[in-house]
């Protein structure tokens, strides 16, 4: 079994900042990747950035240059760092693992984030 324990989420006001951290705990083994995607109100859900087992980003168009996502692999934890929040933004932010040896991926209960204009 495997859990996503996700924090970091609150309100801010547009222009400021968060950072999401999202650590996994359980029995994983050989992590394809790990990251975040978002759900707006009445939106799918959408990717945002994720970070593969080697370490390498992939960072959706919307948010290039404003977030960031890292990794401490040791703790099985990835950060995203958010700046120049817009409103926007405003959204749950769940955190995924996949791994190479499950069918399906593993989904956090989400955390809301809400950018005020």
């Known amino acids: 079994q495997v859990q996503l324990e996700e924090s970091g989420g609150g309100l801010v006001q547009a222009g400021g900042s968060l950072r999401l951290s999202c650590a996994a705990s359980?029995?994983?083994?050989?992590?394809?990747?790990m990251g975040w995607y978002r759900q707006a109100p009445g939106k799918q859900r959408e990717l945002v950035a994720t970070?593969?087992?080697?370490?390498?980003?992939n960072v959706a168009d919307s948010v290039k240059g404003r977030f960031t996502i890292s990794r401490d692999a040791a703790k099985i934890t990835v950060y995203l760092q958010m700046n120049s929040l817009e409103p926007e933004d405003t959204a749950v932010y769940y955190c995924?693992?996949?791994?190479?040896?499950?069918?399906?991926?593993?989904w956090g209960k989400g955390t809301l984030v809400t950018v005020s204009s």
């Open positions: 995924r693992l996949t791994t190479w040896a499950a069918n399906m991926p593993y």
């Open positions: 359980g029995s994983i083994f050989k992590i394809n990747d």
């Open positions: 970070i593969t087992g080697g370490g390498r980003p």
